[in-house]
């Protein structure tokens, strides 16, 4: 009971599912997707066996039609059930069952299904097809703009509850886990509002990517560049206090004081134990080598 959309970005070859129910936990559930290979949502009375069943499929280069077709077969409860499914060639395929409960039914596009069913109005999968057409920005952001507008044509007859989003890379890379296939994997299990939650949470991932992209520089001595990173970190969570305090650092190690003693007091207001990871930064290589500097720059705060 539940909405959503599987899509295939035609410029980069990232596969997404993204979905919202009111439902406990629907990401475990719902969201399938496999780089290289396609991205699945099953729901209604859902059968998650649709969601590996498919990937594994699709994997053999059976098309996403035929993958559907194969697995629709082979299950007696498939008029219960409502499965999208997106392939490496952006072929998508998708089936309603004729007992999903109503409002149930779903639109394709060029690369992309939109399903919903236990809607309050018929209009919901229109008008997320529309939604994610009309968007700007990558895949991940599309796909939340389409469950935004059914959110705001009545969404889930019952209310909201959960939501998740899942984006992997076109091409498999070996590596399983973010920043490699996984681009990604945000679920919000029990919210009153868990779109609004999951948008915050996809700014934060954001965020944080270009703190792994700080990390990176620095661990191969390029301050610049790390100094840039974490300021577009910063531009994104101005309020995030890891954000602040490794950027305080960074200024410092580039003979920045007083700029980075400005930011870490307002971060020792949070707690004081970020001074004392700062003691221990020079010892690992990660902060300037000077007692006197380490001392003034962990001063408690006037």
Same mark, same amino acid.
């Given at each position: 009971m539940t909405y959503s959309i599987v899509a295939r970005d035609p410029q980069t070859g990232q596969f997404g599912v993204a979905v919202q129910s009111h439902y406990f936990s629907v990401g475990p559930i719902v969201p399938w997707a496999m780089a290289g290979v396609?991205?699945?949502?099953?729901?209604?009375?859902?059968?998650?066996?649709?969601?590996? #069943?498919?990937?594994?499929?699709?994997?053999?280069?059976?098309? &996403?039609?035929?993958? @559907? =077709?194969? !697995? %629709? /077969? +082979?299950?007696e409860g498939s008029r219960v059930r409502q499965v999208a499914m997106v392939d490496a060639r952006g072929v998508v395929a998708v089936h309603t069952g004729e007992k999903c409960i109503p409002a149930a039914g779903h639109v394709t596009g060029d690369g992309f299904s939109?399903?919903?069913?236990?809607?309050?109005?018929?209009?919901?999968?229109?008008?997320? #097809?529309?939604?994610?057409?009309a968007a700007r920005g990558d895949? &991940?952001?599309?796909? @939340? =703009?389409? !469950? %935004? /507008? +059914?959110?705001?044509?009545?969404?889930?007859?019952?209310?909201?509850?959960?939501?998740?989003?899942l984006v992997v890379s076109g091409i498999d890379t070996g590596k399983p886990w973010p920043t490699g296939d996984v681009i990604v994997e945000l679920r919000v299990e029990d919210h009153p509002d868990p779109l609004g939650e999951l948008g915050r949470l996809l700014d934060l991932q954001r965020a944080y990517d270009h703190?792994?992209?700080?990390?990176?520089?620095?661990?191969?001595?390029?301050?610049?560049? +790390?100094?840039?990173?974490?300021?577009?970190?910063?531009?994104?969570?101005?309020?995030?206090?890891?954000?602040?305090?490794?950027?305080?650092?960074?200024?410092?190690?580039?003979?920045?004081?007083?700029?980075?003693?400005?930011?870490?007091?307002?971060?020792?207001?949070?707690?004081?134990?970020?001074?004392?990871?700062?003691?221990?930064?020079p010892g690992v290589g990660l902060a300037p080598d000077d007692p006197e500097l380490i001392a003034r720059l962990t001063a408690p705060p006037d």
């Open positions: 396609g991205a699945v949502a099953t729901q209604s009375l859902v059968e998650p066996a649709y969601g590996p #069943g498919g990937l594994r499929l699709m994997a053999a280069d059976r098309s &996403a039609p035929e993958a @559907l =077709a194969e !697995l %629709l /077969a +082979a299950d939109c399903q919903a069913n236990m809607m309050l109005n018929d209009t919901v999968w229109a008008a997320m #097809g529309a939604a994610y057409v895949l &991940a952001a599309r796909l @939340l =703009a389409a !469950l %935004l /507008a +059914a959110e705001g044509e009545g969404g889930d007859i019952r209310g909201r509850q959960s939501a998740a989003l703190a792994e992209e700080f990390d990176r520089r620095e661990e191969a001595g390029d301050t610049e560049g +790390a100094l840039k990173a974490i300021l577009a970190a910063e531009q994104i969570a101005p309020d995030n206090l890891e954000i602040r305090f490794w950027k305080a650092v960074t200024l410092a190690t580039k003979g920045r004081e007083d700029e980075a003693r400005a930011i870490l007091v307002g971060v020792y207001r949070n707690g004081a134990d970020w001074a004392e990871l700062l003691r221990r930064l």
